[in-house]
């Protein structure tokens, strides 16, 4: 099962509808993985005692996990928080989520700065390169749970854009001009 994502229509409509251009315009997991940003399916039924999930980690060093409800009636304060979430930033490591249950979207800029929304379902396992800008939000259910995934201690630091001067997003740039000699905005 591969993970759906496409370039966003700008608009100021509610950031939790799909905001597919029309026609819609999809992007390929290799346009993903060229951003740095990687995807694994998992069984969501097996998130806690998955051998597979459990490789992952282990390769990765994935040594810190806990889940995080997201939903209007378990979280203090939730209408800031998905605030927050969806002023674009960056962070210092990877953002690594597993969605178990519910649904949302990840955002993230691609080399011309234009928005891709990728949709996050039960069982996919998305790994966001430090660096790299993004946002969070939920879609019109109001619900996801996600498993947060960390190398060693839980660090979750936004700096809100502009941070082109952050080492993070420096060593993201450097990155993508080796990789691919492009400009990145």
Known sequence: ?????WFMQESDDDQRLPHHKNPPEFVSMEQLADLGVLYWYLD?????NDPELDNIRQ????SYTDLLDLRPE?????E???KNFYTEHIHAD???RYC?????YFDVRNNDDRWIRILIKPGDLIVLPAGIYHRFTLDTNNYIKLMRLFVGEPVWTPFNRPQEDHPARK??????IEKIGLEVH
Do not use: F, H, S
Request: charged letters at 30%; one cysteine or more.
């Open 80 to 82: 800031q928080k998905l």
């Open 100 to 104: 178990v249950e519910g649904c949302g």
């Open 1 to 5: 099962m591969a993970i759906q994502a």
């Open 44 to 48: 969501p039924n097996k998130y806690e």
């Open 171 to 176: 060593d993201y740039i450097k990155g993508m």
């Open 59 to 62: 390769t990765r060093g994935y």
């Open 94 to 96: 990877e953002e690594i």
């Open 74 to 78: 378990k979280v203090e304060n939730y």
